[in-house]
């Protein structure tokens, strides 16, 4: 995959006439990436008008004055026959101000497969923004069509492209997240360990649970926050955190204030997303919370690494001992540490800002 950090001082973004923007869903209440509306905001800034096409999209939502929003819908058969003549329908939209359009699919691959081919004829820059393990045989035959796969980390695309795929970070809003001062940084040991996110097995919070039993330490509590996506999986970690004597709290999914605003007040997060940086754990290391992970890359990239090394250790330590010693940190250490990994966590490099420069700078180039 191609890093876009040696594009970054380059001329500044080219900005198109016309974004044609598919997405899942659009929301002003949903955290989750595939239903914010800041991403549209953020991409309507670079062009005079930005046409945006959900599947589903809530009443009411804030929007910048030059975007147009039309739902596409979908459910039964003939909602989704109606979806597929809507899309096919954009093709209007697009070819009408081809010289200075561009197109983006955002964590919703469909629309390519059906008119991908023609924008590919037409020479249209098409975009497709793209995180998830999972591999369908639609976003392989999307993948053809499609100029620049853009994607958060080096193993958040599931589909070796390395021609068309380029690492940009998560796109977060930085500013919700960063402590408007680090030196009123604490940590609180009573309010144990957070998770952040869907609630399913590929988090792995049964793992966390097993390693919170194994550490030596006084107090043992443990905080979901996220939608249950499995409820079996949910009730399977709650049995297993009540015969580990662990306090399990679970908490409804956040607004991004409310989420916010947590994060900042949570001292130790985990996150057990394999091969790939969780954008939950982005924002929680961007808000000063410590990140308990096994996986090398999601301790290099939230500074935690250079805590474990500053700490004496040349590798990082397993999970459980992570556990009894960021527990065993007294305050005034902690706060030091909080700022080492602040500083050595590169918030520029995931803030939405820059990623959508990156994204429609390299669109430029087809």
């Not at 198109?16 to 953020?42: A, Y």
């Not at 009443?59 to 039309?70: D, G, P, T, Y």
């Not at 919370?289 to 474990?308: K, N, P, Y």
Request: glycine letters at 4%; a positive charge.
């Amino acid at each position: 995959m191609i890093s876009t950090e040696s594009y970054c001082e380059e001329k500044k973004v080219k900005r198109f006439k016309t974004v044609v923007f598919f997405t899942l869903s659009v929301s002003n209440t949903n955290s989750v990436l595939s239903h914010s509306t800041q991403w549209i905001n953020e991409f309507a800034r670079h062009c005079e008008k930005l046409h945006c096409y959900p599947v589903h999209m809530e009443k009411n939502v804030n929007l910048s004055e030059n975007v147009q929003c039309s739902e596409l819908g979908g459910g039964s058969f003939l909602y989704r026959c109606r979806a597929i003549f809507r899309i096919l329908n954009t093709l209007k939209v697009i070819l009408r101000n081809r010289d200075k359009a561009v197109v983006v699919y955002h964590m919703f691959p469909a629309p390519a497969i059906l008119i991908g081919a023609i924008l590919k004829l037409a020479r249209v820059p098409q975009i497709l923004w793209y995180s998830h393990s999972s591999t369908k045989n639609g976003l392989r035959l999307a993948s053809r069509f499609v100029d620049h796969i853009f994607t958060p980390t080096r193993n958040s695309f599931p589909l070796k492209l390395p021609e068309k795929v380029k690492v940009v970070g998560h796109g977060i809003e930085v500013g919700t997240f960063q402590p408007k001062n680090l030196e009123d940084l604490q940590m609180s040991r009573k309010d144990g360990i957070w998770v952040f996110g869907r609630i399913s097995p590929i988090k792995r919070i049964d793992v966390l649970i097993e390693a919170i039993n194994r550490a030596t330490i006084s107090i043992k509590v443990l905080t979901c926050v996220g939608p249950i996506y499995d409820t079996k999986y949910f009730e399977f970690i709650k049995t297993l955190a009540n015969n580990s004597h662990i306090e399990f709290h679970h908490k409804r999914e956040l607004e991004k204030a409310e989420l916010a605003e947590v994060m900042l007040s949570s001292s130790i997060t985990f996150t057990g997303s394999l091969r790939t940086l969780d954008k939950a754990a982005i924002e929680a290391a961007l808000a000063g919370s410590f990140i308990l992970s096994d996986e090398r890359e999601v301790l290099d990239s939230t500074g935690m690494s250079a805590l474990w090394g500053e700490m004496g250790f040349a590798e990082p330590p397993m999970l459980h001992t992570q556990i009894e010693l960021l527990d065993n940190l007294a305050c005034s250490n902690a706060a030091g540490l909080q700022r080492l990994t602040i500083s050595v966590f590169n918030a520029k490099s995931h803030s939405l800002e820059t990623l959508v420069e990156n994204i429609l700078r390299l669109g430029a180039r087809v």
